[in-house]
T-cell receptor, first 112, second 111 residues
Framework: KQEVTQIPAALSVPEGENLVLNCSFT??????LQWFRQDPGKGLTSLLL???SQREQTSGRLNASLDKSSGRSTLYIAASQPGDSATYLC???????????WGAGTKLIIKP | SAVISQKPSRDICQRGTSLTIQCQVD?????MFWYRQQPGQSLTLIAT?????????ESGFVIDKFPISRPNLTFSTLTVSNMSPEDSSIYLC????????FGSGTQLSVL
């Protein structure tokens, strides 16, 4: 059974720092992996999607990597800003039916 | 990309009543999903709603409690029936359009 774990559960860093959020999964047979951002009272925003054949994806200050063999993905945020404060969720898709297995999220606080 | 409009954004309901949540997508999508997010927890899939077929429910969720409609490729509703305080949660709809997009969520409180 696929399980997704995110560590740490919460993280607080000063503005301007580079940081890494971690996501691990138990079964390497994934279809893709997606990182989301959730703001209080709002829905989820898709940040990056990495197909199983890819190693990384970049969007602006965000870079997500995928290592299927070790069952890990990282989300790198460069030059963090207070607006980056949110809960970050990773989810793996097992097949093309697009049912996701979710991690519990990392709550990120960027202090001005 | 796709934009999903979900309403209501929040509601406070009495025990025993029902609430219908609506999601409108600005693009035609085959797969839509309904999730529940209880306080402090991650998302739990309630059901998958594909147009033209009955919704597929996950373990622990039944059609009598969470009836779903999917009348066309841009719209879906989820009804939370005979509500109890345990149903207090955030309900989210999502749609697959090249990747997953989410509505803004419905914060439901049951008294």
């Amino acid at each position: 059974k696929q399980e997704v774990t995110q560590i740490p559960a919460a993280l607080s860093v000063p503005e301007g720092e580079n940081l890494v959020l971690n996501c691990s999964f138990t079964d390497s047979a994934i279809y893709n992996l997606q990182w989301f951002r959730q703001d209080p009272g709002k829905g989820l925003t898709s940040l990056l999607l990495i197909q199983s054949s890819q190693r990384e994806q970049t969007s602006g200050r965000l870079n997500a990597s995928l290592d299927k063999s070790s069952g890990r993905s990282t989300l790198y945020i460069a030059a963090s800003q207070p607006g980056d404060s949110a809960t970050y969720l990773c989810a793996v898709t097992l097949d093309s039916n697009y049912q996701l297995i979710w991690g519990a999220g990392t709550k990120l606080i960027i202090k001005p | 990309s796709a934009v999903i409009s979900q309403k209501p954004s929040r509601d406070i309901c009495q025990r025993g009543t029902s609430l219908t949540i609506q999601c409108q997508v600005d693009s035609q999508v085959t797969m839509m999903f309904w999730y529940r997010q209880q306080p402090g927890q991650s998302l739990t899939l309630i059901a998958t709603a594909n147009q033209g077929s009955e919704a597929t429910y996950e373990s622990g969720f039944v059609i009598d409690k969470f009836p779903i409609s999917r009348p066309n490729l841009t719209f879906s509703t989820l009804t939370v029936s005979n509500m109890s305080p345990e149903d207090s949660s955030i309900y989210l709809c999502s749609a697959f359009y090249e990747k997953l997009f989410f509505g803004s969520g419905t914060q439901l409180s049951v008294l």
